[in-house]
C-alpha cells in the first residue's frame, strides 16, 4: 500500500486491497474483501464492505455506506458483489447494497455524482456520469443509463428502467419505465416532454434534437398506441442513434413505459 495515507484512527482490514495514492480520513472502516483502487478519497466515518470493487480517483464523504448486504429478505448470506467504476462522487450518508445473489452483481458506471442520502438497490445497474440528486432512491433491480438524471427525492420501482439522458421530477414516483431522453415528473409519475435543456448542455446538436420531439409527440401527443407509434416513428422519421435507442428501449420494456 505505498503512497497510501491512512489516519490512525481508521480500521483497515488485513484482507483488503488500497490502491497507491488513496487517502483513508478518520474513523473510516474497510471490511474485508475490499479492493479500492489507486487515488480514491474517503473524507470520513466512511464505511465500506465487502467483496466490492471501486476503481480510481472514487470520493467517499462522511457517513456514507457502500458494499452492505443487500436489504432483499430473500438474500441467505452468501458472498455477492458490487462493482464500482473510476471517478464517482458519492456524498453524505449514500448508501448503496451488493447483490441479493452470487450469480448478481450491483454495478455503477463511472463519473457519476450520488448527492447525500441517495440509495442504489440490490442488482442495480448503473451507466456513466449520473446524477443522483437528494435522496434519489432506486429499489432493487432498477437500471439506469447514462447521464441520466434522478430528482431530489425521486423513488423508483423495482426492475424500472431509466433511459439515457432522461430526467425525473423531484419527488417524482417511477413506477414504469422512462424512454431515453424524457422528462418524468410526478406521483405518479408523467411523461412531460423531451430533456431539452438536458441534452443542449451535452452537446445535442437542434438536428439531432428534432427528431426526438417528433417521437415523443408521436408516443405521447398522437392518436396512436404505443405499437402504432413505433410504426410511425419507423416509418415516417430518418433513422438516427437516438432513434434507434427510442424504438428498442421500448420494445424491450416488461413493466410498460410511462405515459
Known sequence: MSDVQIHPSAIVDPGAEIGAGAVIGPYCVIGPQVVLGPNCWLQNHVTLAGPMRAGARNKFY????????TQDLKYQGEPTYLEIGDENTFREFVTVNRSTTSEGKTRIGNRGNFLAYGH????CTVGDEVVFSNNGTLA?????????????LTAVHQF????RFAITGGCSK?????P???????????IRGVNLVGLERKGF???SVKPIKEAFRLIYRSKYNT????????????PSEEIAQIVEFIEKTERGIIH
Open 160 to 163: 424500472c428502467r431509466i433511459g
Open 120 to 123: 442504489v438497490g440490490h442488482d
Open 227 to 238: 405499437r402504432q407509434a413505433i410504426e410511425a416513428i419507423r416509418k415516417d422519421l430518418p
Open 62 to 69: 462522511a457517513y456514507c455506506s457502500i458494499g452492505q448486504q
Open 140 to 152: 432493487g433491480h432498477v437500471q439506469v443509463g447514462d447521464n441520466a438524471v434522478i430528482g431530489g
Open 205 to 207: 446538436s437542434p438536428e
Open 174 to 178: 417511477i413506477v414504469q419505465d422512462v
Open 180 to 190: 431515453p431522453f424524457m422528462i418524468a415528473d410526478g406521483n405518479p409519475a408523467e
